[in-house]
């Protein structure tokens, strides 16, 4: 055991010093991306039965997340019961919009938040400014929208709005892993068994894949994931009892 941690030591210290790793590095990226396509891969196959699914579909139908919106919406009975409603990455607002017309509860609150300036910065195949979106126009006092990055505006409002009652419905659109991983890490002490969290770019595995699973190995978050439509690039989640 003990020439093992040596040999270990001596390995790593000597290739720090030969600065092989600068040889690595054009690569980095693209090795990354790999190991987290492979634990995505594996991920799929090992949740893919026994829950709300099209994998494998070979055709995208982004219509279809309304369909996974409803499946949740009555297997949770989320219809007649105060929600908060979170969204992150608003843009035009047409999930934002499907969630107020399919809550009627007068106690449950939608805040949504987003730049309303595009994309902060660079992401898969859009740069940064992409998705540029107009605040939408809601006509519903439960909705309130708020403008501002993520990381400038979400500790101030989860300070000054206590979560209800109900459960918490949580739509991760940020599509930027930091994003992602901010807003799940700042939402985390306010999570509570059945809050929902959907995803609406799962399957990309460098970006909301990668955070998911970053937050749920470091806060030690049960979870089942409970549907998924268009080969789980829209994907469900339900928060569980820690045992």
């Known amino acids: 055991m003990k020439f093992s941690v040596l040999a270990n030591s001596f390995i790593k210290d000597f290739l720090l010093f030969s600065r092989v790793g600068l040889l690595i590095k ?21 949740h893919k039965k026994g ?9 995208r139908n982004y219509v279809a997340r309304f369909k996974l919106y409803e499946h ?18 608003v843009a035009s607002g047409l999930s934002f919009n ?15 938040f987003d730049t309303f300036e595009g994309l902060p910065e660079d992401w898969h195949f859009f740069k940064k400014g992409d998705m540029r979106a107009e605040l939408p126009e809601v006509d519903d006092n439960r909705a309130k929208f708020v403008k501002g990055l993520f990381q400038d505006t979400l500790l101030d ?6 979560r209800g009652v109900g459960k918490m419905v949580i ?31 799962f399957n990309v595995p460098n970006h909301e894949y990668a955070a998911w699973n970053d937050f749920v ?3 030690y978050i049960p ?21």
Not at 176 to 199: V, W
Not at 223 to 243: D, M
């Open 51 to 59: 829950i709300y699914t099209d994998f494998y579909s070979p055709k």
């Open 26 to 46: 054009p690569f980095s990226n693209f090795f990354l991306f790999l190991s987290r396509f492979a634990a995505l891969s594996s991920w799929i196959h090992t």
């Open 217 to 219: 190995r470091s806060y």
């Open 98 to 112: 499907w969630w107020l017309q399919h809550n009627a509860h007068p106690d449950s609150r939608f805040y949504g």
């Open 223 to 243: 979870n089942e994931v409970i549907g998924s439509v268009n080969n789980f690039y829209q994907c469900a989640f339900r928060i569980l009892p820690k045992s």
């Open 72 to 89: 949740v919406s009555i297997a949770d009975e989320l219809k007649n019961e105060p929600i908060d409603y979170l969204e992150f990455g």
């Open 171 to 201: 739509h991760m659109d940020a599509d930027l892993y930091s994003s992602t991983l901010f807003s799940l890490t700042t939402l985390a002490p306010y999570l509570k068994p059945g809050d929902i969290i959907f995803f609406d770019e």
């Open 157 to 162: 409002f989860l300070k000054s709005h206590p």
